[in-house]
């Protein structure tokens, strides 16, 4: 935080500057996005943050939410008028990301006025209304302590890692072999010494996808050590560069620490039966906010979730969908927001167990894999059968009984997620279903099921050149094999793959979700 001089000018529309005084929210403080060119001329309002940007087109959904999320009642967004900006875009890209964060808000549970965007004309410089000094936060002073370094506890030993300094972790991590210095070896080295001072850097580049643990002589999971270290590195207010501004882990945080009623199940159409109270649930996870914040990569993942519904009732199942339902904690857990983390598994379990849920049913294998492994230690054994989607419609459903035509089959590959493959080791229920697709034929990309390449999903973390090298390298393996298709059953991969694809003139084939591939075939019946 800086001490600013500076003499408040009446620059903003008068209309305007009277209708940011009336906004104050009912609960919170106010934070103010300004445009450097407008800081010195915007009125302060009492329990007002204003920070600075170069332009008002730099403030993401990311950053709006991020401010939501460590308390701020609303945000306001002040920059140039259109035709004054020298950016020229700034206002109109500020817009697009006020509408996209409303969007997110809205489901939420928040009013459409917590997020406002108002003009002004630097050029107008009326009488002196007020002098004083006033606080400017520099944006950047807010997301905690990037790139710096913390300091081991003594009792996190070597008896809880038994590292046998073989390096075969390094020889096959995907980062390690993109060439851009990391070592998950030297890592766990360093972090077993004592008086060590761990890099966050190298903390936070690992991917967690485990590929290492099927070379490891220990048999230990290199990635959950990861995350107890990114716990220790989280605690010590040392945190990573957030993809996307951190807008998924400011959506976590919200419905952790500040949670309202949320409006999030308005895609569910009539056609499809779904339960307020039953023995199985569906587990919706982010999908709701996914379908906002990624469209622009043709990301349709509510249509993914209403073809799972009709997928379970076409096998008999009438699943149960909460409105109540929050995000699993998967990212936060992973960024070492741990309180966070448990807050909302307590929250998951209490909804679940007042529905009467018994059997919950996964879209999402980082929602499946955080309530199998990470909820008995967050709060207790959650007495629930958990079970993926497609091993239930492998087990329930029957198999397509169209005939193959030679002629016309369409070629496609099935991408193994880290989570659902390698952590939770369901290989073969998504090819059953595929397999038995008529026209389709599926073909296996060089690295598959245990040796599965990453989408570089990095839950939402360090999202830099090495991430884009792996996902360049993932889609050429599936155009060397001749697929048109990557089938994949998880969104996140969907989404990783497609930014990655949008960015590559080379590697163009068609990234699906595999339960809108298997629905849209009308062959998934009841036994």
Known sequence: MRFVPAVLYRAVLVSQVEKMTDTKPKSGFQVAYVCSRLAGNVPIVEGQKLRSVVCIGQVTTGQILQAISEGAGQVLLVGCQDENC??????????????????????????????????????????????????????????????????????????????????????????????????????????????????????????????????????????????????????????????????????????????????????????????????????????????????????????????????????????????????????????????????????????????????????????????????PKLVNKTGLELIHISQLLAERGEQPRAEKQQESRRVITYHDPCRLGRQLGVYEPPRQLLAALPDIELREMEHNRQQALCCGGTSWLECGAAVKLMQERRLAEARAIGADTVVTACTKCEIHLRCAMSKSAENKVQIINFIDLICESDTMEAR
């Open 86 to 375: 020298r950016h020229e875009l700034g206002p109109e890209i500020a817009r697009e990301q006020v509408a996209i964060a409303r969007k997110v808000l809205e489901l939420l549970g928040y009013e459409r006025t917590a997020v406002e965007f108002f003009t002004g004309d630097p050029g107008l410089k009326n009488n002196i209304t007020n002098k004083q000094v006033f606080f400017v936060e520099d944006a950047t002073e807010t997301v905690g302590k990037q790139m710096a370094s913390f300091d081991i506890p003594a009792d996190f030993t070597a008896a809880e890692f038994v590292c046998l300094e073989c390096g075969r972790c390094s020889g096959i991590c995907p980062i390690a072999r993109t060439g851009f210095g990391f070592s998950p070896r030297r890592l766990i080295k360093q972090a077993l010494a004592e008086g060590t001072a761990l890099s966050s850097r190298a903390v936070y580049a690992c991917l967690g996808c485990d590929l290492c643990s099927t070379v490891c002589p220990s048999g230990e999971s290199i990635g959950r050590t990861v995350q107890r270290l990114r716990a220790i590195a989280f605690n010590n207010r040392v945190k990573p560069v957030l993809a996307h501004s951190g807008v998924i882990q400011a959506i976590g945080k919200i419905m952790a620490q500040r949670p309202k009623k949320q409006r999030r199940s308005n895609w569910i159409t009539p056609d499809l039966q779904v339960s307020d109270n039953g023995e199985t649930a569906l587990f919706i996870g982010c999908l709701p906010y996914f379908d906002v914040l990624f469209q622009e990569l043709g990301i349709n993942s509510l249509k993914t979730a209403r073809n799972a519904i009709r997928c379970l009732n076409k096998i008999g199942v009438t699943p149960v969908v909460m409105d109540e339902e929050q995000c699993c904690g998967h990212d936060l857990l992973w960024l070492g927001d741990v309180s966070s983390a448990k807050a909302l598994a307590e929250h998951n379990l209490k909804h679940l167990q007042r529905a009467g849920v018994r059997r919950v049913v996964f879209l999402c294998p980082e929602c499946q894999h955080t309530f199998q492994f990470d909820y």
